[in-house]
Structures are given as C-alpha cells and as structure tokens.
C-alpha cells in the first residue's frame, strides 16, 4: 500500500492507494477518528454499486458501523441539484449528524456529488472517497465538490476536504478501456505541467497502464496525487497557482458543452485541449518537442489527438466564453513552455484560439 | 455612522450601522474592494423590493456597477432548493464570475438564501448583506448560510462569511410591530448569554426600541453584533463555544417545526424557547432572578413568555429529537447559570424537557 498525505494544516488528509483496501474499509474509518455512534451514508451509481456496494456495507457493519446507501444512475447527468436533495432526504431520513460522514464509492461523478452533498449538509460533515475510476484521482485531491447547472458545469459547488481516500486498485479491473485512457489522461496532465521524467515514464509504461498492471497503476496514480496534492496544498481554494490543474481544460470543457456525453468523455475532451494548449505553446516560442511529446504521451495512453471535423467552432468558441475561468473577460490560459512546465498566460487573443481549435480539425484523424 | 468589525482572520469583514447607508452602497461597495468589471446580483424579496431595489440598483449602477436582481417571494417557503437553483440561473444569465458579488436586500431569509448561493456559485464569490430587519442583524454575524429541507430547517448550507455588512437604520421605519418585537429576542439573546448590563438596558429601553427611536435601534443593533462577533471570531465553525449562540433555539426550532409560520416568528418561538431554557436553568440551581429577568426583558420587547395550550407536546418532543444539535443520541442544551451567562450542558434528560414544555403552557398567557 502507497500512502501520500495532502497537506492542508488541519484539513489534511491521507490518500491510501493499494490492493485491496475495501476490505479492510471499516478498521480505516475507525483510524481515521470516525465514531460507529453516528451514521454513514454510501453514495454510489448503479454500474458501481452492484459490483462493491454490498461488500462495502457489509464490511462497514462488521465493523459496528450503521451505513445506508443512495444509488444514483451512472453518468455526468447525477450531477444535478434534484440528485443533491435525494442524499439530503436520505441522510435525513437515515438520521445522519453532524459527526457522520458521507462515503462516495465510485468515480468522479459520485465523488463531486457526494462531496458537494457533505459539504453542505448541515453546514459540512466528513467525506470519504473511495475511487473507482483512474480519473477519480484527480478529482479525489483537493476538495474541488460541485453538481452541474443545465447552463454550466460545476457551477454549483464548494472546496470541502474528504477525511481520507481509499483508491483500492482491485475496483479499477473492471473498467472499461475507453475509461482507462480517459483516466490517463489527467495522470499524464500531471507530468505535462511538472513532472518531465514522469512523462517519460508514462510514455514507456503506456502499455502496462493500459493492460491495468497493479504495479504500475499504483505507481502513476500515486505521482499523480503527489503532483495534485503540492499544488492544491500551496493554493487551496484556487486563488493563483492552483489555476495550472487546469491545463487542457479551457477547450476540454468547451468541447464536453459541445458534443454529447457519449461522443467525448472528459478525459478524451482535456486530451485534445492539451494539444491545442501545446500548439499554442509552440506558437508562442516553446520548442517544437513540447508539442511532439504532449502528443506521444496521450496518443500512447489511447487518447485522441484531433478535433472531429463535425464540430463547430463558433459553438466552441462561445462555449469558451462562457467558462468560468474568463475573469473580467479576458481570455486566460494555461500555456506549456516545456514538457513539465507551464505558465498561466492573460493575454491569449480569441483569435489565436480559433485559428487553434481550426489546427486541431487538421491533425491526424481521431486514433 | 457605528462600525465593528468581525475579526475572522483573512476573513475579516465591516458592520456599518447608520442611517442612509444605502444611497451610499456603491462607493462602499468599491471600498470593500470589489470591482466594476465584474457584475452584481442582488437578492430581495417582493415585501422589501418595491421599497428600496430601485434606488438601490440606480444607486450601484450611478456608481459604474452592473447590477441585475432576483425577488423571490417574503417569507420562509422561499429558503429552497428551488429558490436557489432560480438564483444560480440568474447569476450565469447575468455572467456573474468569481469576482462578482451576491448582495442580500432584505431579512434573515433573504441574507440565509442569497448567502448560500454566494457560497456555492463557482465554489464561493463574495457577499454583501444589507438587512433590512432587526433580526437579520443575528444572521448578519458569523457566516451561516442556509436553506431549507421540507423535513429540517437550515440542513443545507455552508459557513460563508460577507465581506461587508451595510445596516441601514432607515430600511427598518417599515418593518410591522410584529416583526421589530421578533428580531428584538435574538438582540436580548445576546445580552442573555454575554452582557447582564446589556440586558438591564434592553429592559430600560424597551419603549424606544418599539418605537424605533434611531439611536436606541443604532446602540442595541451595535451591541448584538458585537456579542455574537466575539463569539464567532472564537470559533467559527461551531466546533465549541459558538453553541451558546443556540440558546433558545433548540425548543424554539421544534415550535417552528410545528406550528405554522404564521402563527409563530422565529423571535417568538425563541422567545419561548428562552423562557424554557430560563426555567430549565432555575431547575438546576440558578436564581430565581434568572427566569424572572428573562421573563421581563422579553415581555417588555412585546415577545410571548409562554405556549398557546393547542401546541402538542409530543409532537415538539418529536421535532426536537429530530433538531441537529443532538449529536450521537444524547440532549444538547444551552442553560443560563445567570443573566449573562450560560453553560452548555450535554446531559438533559427528555423527561426534563418535557415538562419544562408542559410548564410553558401554564405560564401566564399570550401577550
């Protein structure tokens, strides 16, 4: 077992990575200082639940917890304010107090809802996360809890720590492959903004990342949360630094706003928004490497490099515009000067943007 | 003009107290450090709005501000999640970003609302309170912001604290008799748990406060603040001492569950509460004084000291098991040892209680 503490003075947490730690889920509660006298609510979604939910419950209540559950339907669209009430109402109804903690057992989606849930139940209570996913473990660092709004995502949300995470590497053999990639994607977005040996290890690796070896899995997860953790742990609620996280992620979310869930999912959408973060990198003086590798590393994790043709860029670019990251509107961005180096650029013209969104379209077709 | 300030650290924050502070919102906003650029959202409800929104809009707009508004309806029903949800609307309609601010123009239930939604729009933008009652100086102080869940009251919410709170005295010539007498029980609360001279002044000065006499409100408005600011600078996220701010609520939370909104204020169903505390505390070897002094301050702000006989015990008995200041099972109480001061006392037993709400029936009758 791989364990990483996220420093964040009194809210600091550990991020417990390893083969089978649902097992052992409620000896872990206990030692993280949660009392059996109150209640636990476990949140999960109907592709996760019936594979770990039972066990879980059963393991908690071996360990004299009283734990119930709420299921929601697997998928971005459980982020929304109606899922937010079901958790209220059962953790009400399950009489949760204010020394109870919400667990989320699964990806992001569960993770982001669950911990928007915690954090505003009675003004905030623990939660634990237990990732299911590859890409959980961006969102299991940090605190970062929202649900969507039909206008915007992650509109509606809050910065709440979780207690403890437990990444059981045992949940991640069941995942699909578009999912593996689509979870590389934000490991490799760690070394691409601060760790250049850790790309190169990505890109030699790809294969046995994407074939689930345990080993290596651990291994990338672990550096992942470790590049996360000192970032958020300088700049918690995102007032500067914290902002490089974002890399890809201007055009990503522009092209989740654009494309149907099922045409893009966010780790494919972040993947050609660090392409186009790289040209735009090299556009601005950074040697042609940087875009050469940011490519290899994410082709080789089986993501997409290019833009479909089918998309419109003007819905694009006014999807951008609507983010929320364009303070006082200008258009910020985070730009790699590197491999494992980025700066966050103010002064990135629209039409840089669109010329690069049109590059995109002309790369190589979708792999 | 009164000022005081609540000491939170980085999260520090202005009372200002005074008459025609709203035809002056717009350079206090701009010296409170917000920005023109970003757009405002300010929250009414439709009993304050025709009063003083628009020459509060042309105020901040004659200031170089955009300000867009959300009326939501007067009274309790609209601490929603659906209310809420209209306000996020409303704030990406108008671009809101994450230096824009959520202003509450209004009561407690207008500063709880548009304060959660400040707290959780982009994971939290700033918020000003202007309120516009006496009671909304209680909820002005420490940060809790919340809504409601039809099964409890305030389970939804955050800590958020505003970044400046601008009480203008003029805004409370309209309030109705009913309401000036609700919002006096949390300022003679204060006195209460903290202040025994405050009180004896309260008593003193009951009639002028009635009548709105401007320099009594300015006084007594000043000092509630600045009991529950030093309260709340001391711990401010309820993990201990801030508790004493409850006092009165616990029996006074389970009325409101039970009767209609209508038939019982907050400040009157605390006002209750208070004298049931009182009579709880003489119970376990306070003076005599202290319920007899409670009983006075109260009855003097024109606050009910006892419970209409229809209330079903059983049925508050219920509402109170329910409350979330039970933690693990056991009776939390906040007890007064003396007027002044009071204890937090974990080992109340049910039957105790009960009594004490059989006993309040028999007090003497509705004022």
């Known amino acids: 077992m791989r364990e990483l503490m996220v420093n964040l003075g009194e809210r600091s947490y550990p991020i417990r990575i390893g083969s089978g730690l649902l097992a052992r889920a409620g000896e872990q509660l206990l030692q993280a200082g949660l009392s059996v006298k109150s209640p636990l609510l476990v949140v999960s979604d109907d592709a996760v639940a019936p594979l770990y939910l039972d066990g879980l419950l059963e393991q908690l209540r071996s360990s004299g917890f009283r734990a119930a559950s709420c299921i929601v339907p697997a998928g971005e669209p459980s982020k929304s304010l109606a899922r937010f ?4 109402t059962k953790a009400l109804e399950h009489g949760l107090d204010r020394k109870s903690a919400i667990v989320a057992l699964g990806g992001g989606v569960v993770g982001d809802l669950a911990g928007y849930a915690a954090a505003s139940y009675m003004r905030g209570i623990r939660f634990v996360q237990m990732p299911t996913t590859i890409l959980a473990h961006d969102s299991s660092v940090g605190g970062k809890v929202a649900v969507n709004h039909p206008m915007a995502k992650n509109i509606i949300g809050a910065f709440h720590q979780p207690s403890l995470v437990l990444y059981d590497l045992d949940t991640l053999k069941t995942l699909p492959r578009r999912e593996v990639s689509s979870g590389l994607a934000e490991v490799v977005k760690h070394g691409l903004i601060r760790d250049a040996t850790f790309v190169d290890w990505c890109i030699d690796n790809a294969e046995r990342l994407l074939a689930l070896d345990a080993e290596a899995l651990g291994y990338a997860l672990y550096k992942g949360c470790a590049v996360k953790a000192d970032i958020v742990s300088s700049d918690e609620t995102e007032q500067g630094v914290r902002a490089i996280l974002n890399l890809g992620h201007t055009i990503g979310h522009a092209l989740e706003a654009v494309a149907g869930y099922n045409e893009l999912h966010h780790g494919e959408a972040i993947s050609i928004g660090m392409i186009g973060s790289a040209m735009l990198g090299v556009q601005l003086g950074a040697p042609q490497e940087v875009y050469l590798r940011t490519r290899e590393a994410l082709g080789k994790a089986g993501l997409p490099v290019s833009l479909p043709e089918h998309f419109d860029t003007d819905r ?13 509107g200008k258009m910020v961005f985070i730009v790699p000067t590197a491999i494992g180096e980025v700066e966050i650029r103010q002064d990135i013209r629209q039409q840089w943007v669109r010329d690069i969104v049109e590059r995109l379209k002309r790369e190589a077709s979708w792999p």
């Open 85 to 88: 009430e079901e958790i209220m």
């Open 316 to 328: 694009i670019m006014e999807a951008m515009m609507h983010d929320k990251k364009f303070g006082e």
